[in-house]
């Protein structure tokens, strides 16, 4: 399971603030440092684009600390600070050409700050406005516009740019994988209760938006420690991932399935009414008590209870219906296990129709027949 694009723009506000903080500090003290260099030569033009990008940083400093929408700010930094640059090697004709040297900057503080996406688009932008000044410039230098010279700029920039970008898709794949691990059960493959958390939350946002339905399934293993203590604990591991897989297999694309720890599991049914539910949680647990897990040559049966919640008549935490459909779990067990347990009798009783109506064939199938 994949987590949603926010979070890992979440995981990445930290180290973009930090950098922020830090470019904001070189800039106050550079700018300073420069605009009073160039105020006293005489280029009082640079000297105000230096002073006024000094403030601007000053000012960042104070707020982007308690800043709620951190990427407007660093826009705010980004775009101010790079057309200074190209005003400033536009406006000083008579400059050294090592003032160019500041352009090599711009793909790092882009990535570092905006992303690869957003990051590598501002780049482009502002590193072909500097080829176009550093061209109009100097060409009619051959020592700087020559073949080999203009190659030799060309080929640093494109490097730099190259590994900047690199750099920072290795970041986010890292901090995906990452995300991803720590949002998913060792095992079994499926979702822990933090993944199960995170995407009960992006889908109680929209169900109350929607005015869709929800539906959460507790599931538990029935005499689970049998297993373990007769057939050994990597059979109950298998049996841990078969029901996993089987679940996957049986539920949609859309839905959810965590394992919580031990041997108890988790589904959520994305847009499925306590009805459909039940319905879901009785083929689950015929799907299970059905099949036969063969495990080191010997065959291992399995059976399951099943508590069902509902979004809205059980609350809308996934604590409230976590607890609605453990109080029914253990009815289920209480009642003799294998079997599956809902809120209402109304809805019970839709279930034992279902399950009448599956069964109905195979009786009449089958060679039993009631006693004269």
Known sequence: ???????????????????????????VVAGAFFGLINLVLGAVAAALLEFAMCGLSAYLLYSVPRARHLERWMLAYTLPFFSVMMLLLYLMPDATDTLFVWTLLIPLVAHLLLGR????????????????????????????????????????????????????????RTELQL????????????????????????????????????SLLLLDLDHFKRVNDVFGHDAGDAALKFVAALMRERLRSTDLVARLGGEEFACVLVNTTGETAVQVAENLRLAVAGGS??????????TMS?????????????????????????QAKAAGRNRVVCATPAVAADAIRVRAD?????????????SP
């Open 1 to 27: 399971m994949d987590p949603p694009p926010d979070t890992l723009r979440q995981l990445a506000l930290p180290h973009r603030r930090a950098t922020l903080l830090a470019m904001l500090w070189t800039t």
């Open 117 to 172: 996406r957003l990051g590598l688009f501002i780049s482009l932008l502002f590193m072909s406005i500097a080829a176009f000044i550093f061209w109009n410039k100097n060409h009619g230098d051959p020592e700087l516009t020559g073949f080999l010279p203009a190659a030799n700029i060309v080929l640093v920039s494109l490097c730099i740019l190259y590994f900047t970008h690199t750099y920072e898709i290795s970041r986010e």
């Open 306 to 330: 099943i508590g069902v919640a509902q979004f809205g008549r059980d609350g809308e935490e996934l604590q409230s219906l976590l607890a609605a459909a453990d109080k029914r779990l253990y």
């Open 179 to 214: 995300l991803r691990a720590a949002r998913t059960d060792f095992l079994t493959g499926v979702a822990n209760l933090a993944g199960l958390s995170e995407f009960f939350r992006t889908e109680r946002t929209r169900a109350l938006r929607q005015r869709q339905a929800l």
């Open 293 to 302: 897990l063969d495990h080191a040559g010997r065959s291992i049966g399995l």
């Open 358 to 370: 599956e069964l109905w064939p195979a009786l009449q199938d089958s060679n039993l027949r009631p």
